[in-house]
């Protein structure tokens, strides 16, 4: 080290810098040489996500996205997982919805997938509902004395709700296979018609397709009714898509979810609140 700064200085003097204090020399020459052997960390964000793609499960995909889901600094990484997320989700729901619709395959669905893919279950649950039979209306007995009643109205009604309940199966079930224009289709006249979860898959259409004003837009008003509504909410106040970026506004929502029974909600919110403790105490 000594012979170093002799050599160093003994440089300076021969280049004609003697007008250089000789404490200021050594104080940058210190200061240079303890940099020596250093490097910058380098937080390789690629190379980080890489084992998520390589190993088959999908719940990984899910924990890295609540875990960083407010890391401004992994926004492309952060796209990725999620599109490679929905891509599992979307082939997980092709093979439950093709090998027939039982209350055995919910059950297995609900248990391997709640968690990462709650809008595929949620979907296939009402598909199973849509074909219970439905139970004959019991005839109202009246008085021989009276005219019957003209029910033509009730009988309206009901064909109504029988309409627009498939509608709203076409609409969960496209959204989840990724059909996105189809689904837009099926889902905007239930989510103009004030269904809570048709405006949220609205939401998550217009999110994937990157249109995140109108997704914010659908979101806001699928939220105070719908879990997934308002978990898409949060996400977008804690990414600040579609939306100015809102900590408060996110937490709220998620907590919003998690009262609406909403899978995931609960570890959002603490994800949420660890990066936030992070963000402040650096």
Same mark, same amino acid.
């Given at each position: 080290m000594y012979?170093?700064?002799?050599?160093m200085l003994s440089a300076v003097l021969?280049?004609?810098?003697g007008n250089l204090k000789t404490s200021d020399f050594l104080s940058r020459t210190g200061d240079a040489l303890s940099k020596i052997g250093q490097r910058a960390p380098v937080a390789d964000l690629d190379q980080e996500i890489k084992p998520l793609f390589d190993q088959p499960y999908i719940d990984p995909l899910t924990e890295y996205l609540q875990r960083y889901g407010a890391d401004s600094a992994r926004t492309a990484q952060l796209g990725?997982?999620?599109?490679?997320?929905?891509?599992?989700?979307?082939?997980?729901?092709?093979? !439950?919805? @093709?090998?027939?619709i039982t209350e055995t395959g919910l059950a297995s669905y609900r248990r391997g997938y709640s968690f990462s893919c709650p809008q595929d279950v949620a979907a296939y649950e009402a598909r199973l509902e849509a074909m219970q039979p439905q139970p004959a209306?019991?005839?109202v007995l009246q008085p021989v004395s009276e005219p019957p009643s003209d029910d033509s109205e009730v009988h309206d009604d009901d064909t109504q709700k029988v309409a627009v309940s498939p509608q709203l199966n076409d609409c969960y079930l496209? @959204?989840?296979?990724?059909?996105?224009?189809?689904?837009?289709?099926?889902?905007?006249?239930?989510a103009e018609d004030g269904a809570a979860g048709a405006q949220a898959s609205m939401a998550q259409i217009q999110s994937a397709l990157g249109n995140y004003e109108?997704? !914010?837009r659908w979101a806001r008003q699928a939220a105070p009714e719908s879990g997934q509504g308002a978990y898409l909410l949060g996400?977008? !106040?804690a990414q600040g898509r579609g939306v100015a970026q809102d900590k408060n506004a996110a937490a709220k929502w998620f907590r919003t979810a998690i009262g609406l029974g909403y899978a995931g909600a609960e570890n959002a919110l603490d994800n949420l609140a660890s990066?936030?403790?992070?963000a402040n105490a650096n």
């Open positions: 012979r170093l700064l002799v050599i021969i280049a004609g810098c990725q997982v999620r599109a490679e997320r929905e891509r599992r989700c979307a082939a997980i729901a092709r093979r !439950y919805n @093709t090998s027939g209306p019991k005839p496209l @959204t989840r296979i990724r059909n996105f224009s189809d689904a837009l289709k099926a889902c905007r006249g239930p109108s997704a !914010y996400e977008m !106040y990066a936030t403790a992070g």
